[in-house]
């Protein structure tokens, strides 16, 4: 290719928006070969990348020509954040768009305060990720250059006490101002649809049969249900829940709006099936579950409940309601008192304690329709959470990072305070058109060959393993264009350095004459990840990736090749890729490939992919969410009962196959590598046959799910 300056004299290119603050940036382009990905082109000054020190990572050197990804994984993509909407409710930071209305902070006298603001710009950039864990569990990814206030004021996710990277940052201790980490909402299941009609109905509706005499004629029956409510939210959800049991309701206005009160309307029927019906969903169920206690907390609250000057309150006459909310409240681990002021009318109050963190954490839970009693306007940010800092983790990679501009300068993140970081169209590294916000951007590190040489022959190298792969793709798809591998293949061989190259991408096969002729120098490692054969489902999953049966055909060329070639069966997704079938057919397809060996990695769900995995699986098999949200409730990584069973239903199958891991130190099972396994090994053949013990990851979690983040 040809440049002059930023215009692009090759056909197909056009220049793109550039990234003015980034060290060593020579342009940025688009092409119509990788719609909606900007390419970031860099004259880096280094090649080698350090592995952190509290890695489990086998290795401590890592060459990145890339930063970013062209494969445009479904679940490569980041921000799961949740971020406090104006309405109460929560929205992933990747899910909002300019316009939105949210909660931001305004120091009035001597107390910051909630208030309403509204999302400015939306965008995203590619960033090293660091992990901040709160004493609660609550944790946030975020870039090192990002801000959260403190008590003691804003402070950077990282930075240096002195020289140039001198500024305030997080340390061990520092407690962090806000509420702590937001409950997950509800499911409008069954079960949380009856409950909730149940408690709006129970709570504020009349719902029976009265029988009547008349004169000279037969008695009759009146079937009559009523609900009226001048909040039209709790009404309208309802109506729509007892629609979706088979129970259509007429809607009227009950009583006009005056100087003295709001509209009220009411949705009602005196169809006998009907009210029938009705009776049987409010029923009380013999043993109400999780589901049921939500929707009934939430519908007794839109019918009763109040937030006055912070206090929350849910009033009834009832003894049987009063009960019944205390006990639900106390499943869910809220403290409460039952305040009884001896009132003729015999009116108690079930009263929430625990201040805005629990009133929060209530409205989360179980997600009341009335947004009016949900607002938190005004009131001041002050709480007893426990946000102090247990660590500030940097993941060891580069990760696309969303962030907003907001009219009061900071939004509620995860249920801590958190600064703009950035200033659209006046941010020192990042300056995008206010109307876009790219999918993707890859930094590509253009004279990445030659920096690498030059380092390499450093007296100081002592040669140790270079791993490829574990970040981002060398062999995605940029790396057609830019063929910056075969460079990087001749400088670690030239060097007498071993190195390994973990992929996706079959683009790999080009160089594999490149990289025989290498392990004839030094000891090279070959890994490939394959997750299933399922070619529709991969296709959905995977856009923009090489296929299954061509993944296999790459480990078969390597082979042929005389090179060693591990496969990662990663990840293994719950009920979609697990079953025996699925399993047999995909080792048996990777053995006749002459694999050397295999790891098996259940899916990870890490903060910043979580919430797209899930979107995508609500989307494509909305029955398996529950399941889902079963599994991964503890975090990360898939519950031990689940990787038990999975293990069990495994070991067989590579043994079947031939697969087993030779030299492993566990002799009792050929399975490497499950998840959380802390004597988990890579599989034979993905690492250079270098000197020492087999690499095996250590501590729970050590298994990364790699360049499948």
């Keep these: 290719m040809r440049w002059n300056g930023q215009r692009v004299v090759d056909g197909d290119l056009v220049a793109?928006?550039?990234?003015?603050?980034?060290p060593g940036l020579v342009r940025s382009v688009r092409t119509p070969d990788f719609q909606?990905?900007?390419?970031?082109?860099?004259?880096?000054?280094s090649a080698l990348n350090r592995v952190p020190g509290e890695s489990a990572m086998p290795f401590r050197w890592t060459v990145n020509p890339y930063r970013g990804c062209s494969h445009a994984c479904t679940y490569c993509l980041s921000a799961d954040t949740p971020v406090l909407l104006a309405d109460g409710r929560t929205r992933p930071i990747a899910d909002l768009k300019v316009g939105d209305a949210i909660y931001g902070t305004r120091r009035v006298g001597s107390y910051r305060r909630y208030v309403r603001t509204e999302v400015?710009?939306?965008?995203?950039?590619?960033?090293?990720?660091?992990?901040?864990?709160?004493?609660?569990?609550?944790?946030?990814?975020?870039?090192?250059d990002h801000r959260f206030l403190t008590d003691r004021g804003w402070k950077h996710v990282v930075g240096g006490m002195c020289g140039a990277?001198?500024?305030?940052?997080?340390?061990?201790?520092?407690?962090?101002?806000?509420?702590?980490?937001?409950?997950?909402?509800?499911?409008?299941?069954?079960?949380?649809?009856?409950g909730y009609l149940r408690g709006v109905i129970r709570g504020d509706g009349t719902v029976g049969r009265y029988a009547y005499e008349r004169s000279r004629r037969s008695n009759g029956d009146i079937h009559s249900f009523r609900l009226a409510l001048a909040d039209f939210e709790a009404l309208d959800r309802a109506r729509a829940y007892l629609a979706g049991f088979g129970v259509p309701t007429s809607a009227f206005v009950f009583a006009a709006e005056a100087v003295d009160r709001r509209e009220t309307r009411e949705i009602t029927t005196a169809e006998r099936a009907a009210v029938d019906a009705i009776s049987e969903i409010i029923r009380w169920p013999a043993v109400p579950d999780a589901d049921w206690s939500r929707g009934f907390l939430a519908g007794i609250f839109d019918a009763e409940g109040s937030c006055s000057q912070g206090v929350f309150r849910i009033p009834n006459t009832n003894d049987e309601i009063i009960t019944a909310t205390g006990l639900a409240l106390k499943r869910f681990g809220f403290?409460?008192?039952?305040?009884?002021?001896?009132?003729?009318?015999?009116?108690?109050?079930?009263?929430?304690?625990?201040?805005?963190?629990?009133?929060?954490?209530?409205?989360?839970?179980?997600?009341?329709?009335?947004?009016?009693?949900?607002?938190?306007?005004?009131?001041?940010?002050?709480?007893?959470?426990?946000?102090?800092?247990?660590?500030?983790?940097?993941?060891?990679?580069?990760?696309?990072?969303?962030?907003?501009?907001?009219?009061?300068?900071?939004?509620?993140?995860?249920?801590?305070?958190?600064?703009?970081?950035?200033?659209?169209?006046?941010?020192?590294?990042?300056?995008?058109?206010?109307?876009?916000?790219?999918?993707s951007q890859v930094i590509v590190k253009v004279n990445v060959g030659e920096v690498l040489a030059r380092e390499l022959a450093a007296p100081r190298w002592r040669r140790e393993h270079v791993a490829m792969g574990t970040n981002t793709d060398p062999y995605q798809r940029a790396e057609g264009r830019y063929q910056l591998m075969p460079g990087v293949i001749s400088a670690l061989a030239g060097s007498g350095t071993p190195f390994s190259v973990l992929t996706k991408g079959t683009l790999l096969a080009r160089d594999l004459p490149l990289l025989a002729d290498a392990a004839q120098e030094v000891p090279v490692?070959?890994?490939?990840?394959?997750?299933?054969?399922?070619?529709?489902?991969?296709?959905?999953?995977?856009?923009?990736?090489?296929?299954?049966?061509?993944?296999?055909d790459l480990v078969r060329k390597a082979r042929d090749a005389g090179l060693p070639c591990g496969v990662f069966v990663a990840p293994v997704l719950p009920w979609l890729t697990d079953s025996v079938?699925?399993?047999?057919?995909?080792?048996?397809?990777?053995?006749?490939?002459?694999?050397?060996?295999?790891?098996?990695?259940p899916l990870h769900l890490r903060p910043g992919a979580r919430e797209w995995f899930m979107a995508w699986l609500e989307r494509e098999h909305p029955k398996l969410v529950p399941g889902y949200r079963r599994i991964y409730a503890r975090g990360s990584y898939a519950d031990a009962r689940y990787r038990k069973w999975l293990a069990e239903r495994v070991r067989?199958?590579?043994?079947?196959?031939?697969?087993?891991?030779?030299?492993?130190?566990?002799?009792?099972?050929?399975?490497?590598?499950i998840s959380s396994d802390e004597e988990g090994d890579w599989p034979n053949g993905a690492l250079p046959a270098v000197d020492g013990p087999p690499a095996a990851c250590s501590g729970p979690g050590g298994q990364e799910q790699l360049t499948l983040l």
Excluded at 37 to 44: D, R, Y
Excluded at 122 to 144: C, F, I, N, Q
Excluded at 168 to 180: D, F, N, R, S, W
Aim: hydrophobic share 40%; charged share 25%.
């Design 652 to 673: 067989p199958l590579v043994r079947k196959h031939g697969l087993e891991t030779k030299g492993s130190a566990r002799k009792e099972s050929p399975l490497r590598g």
């Design 581 to 601: 079938a699925a399993l047999d057919d995909l080792f048996g397809a990777i053995a006749e490939a002459g694999a050397t060996g295999v790891t098996v990695l």
């Design 16 to 22: 793109a928006p550039t990234l003015p603050g980034l």
């Design 525 to 552: 490692g070959l890994g490939v990840s394959i997750a299933l054969l399922d070619r529709e489902l991969q296709a959905s999953l995977e856009p923009g990736t090489p296929s299954p049966q061509a993944r296999l």
């Design 335 to 439: 403290e409460h008192v039952v305040e009884d002021r001896a009132l003729a009318d015999g009116l108690r109050a079930v009263r929430l304690l625990g201040g805005l963190p629990e009133r929060l954490r209530f409205f989360h839970t179980v997600d009341p329709a009335i947004t009016r009693k949900r607002t938190i306007d005004g009131v001041a940010i002050k709480s007893n959470a426990r946000l102090g800092v247990v660590s500030v983790e940097p993941l060891g990679m580069e990760l696309p990072l969303y962030d907003i501009t907001t009219g009061t300068g900071d939004f509620i993140a995860n249920g801590v305070v958190s600064h703009n970081c950035f200033a659209r169209r006046s941010h020192t590294y990042l300056d995008l058109d206010a109307g876009r916000d790219f999918d």
């Design 165 to 194: 990277g001198r500024r305030p940052y997080l340390t061990t201790g520092a407690k962090l101002v806000g509420t702590g980490q937001f409950a997950a909402p509800p499911e409008a299941t069954s079960s949380y649809r009856s």
């Design 36 to 45: 909606g990905i900007v390419f970031h082109e860099v004259a880096a000054k």
């Design 120 to 144: 400015l710009a939306h965008w995203l950039t590619v960033k090293p990720a660091y992990r901040v864990v709160l004493e609660d569990g609550t944790e946030l990814v975020a870039s090192g």
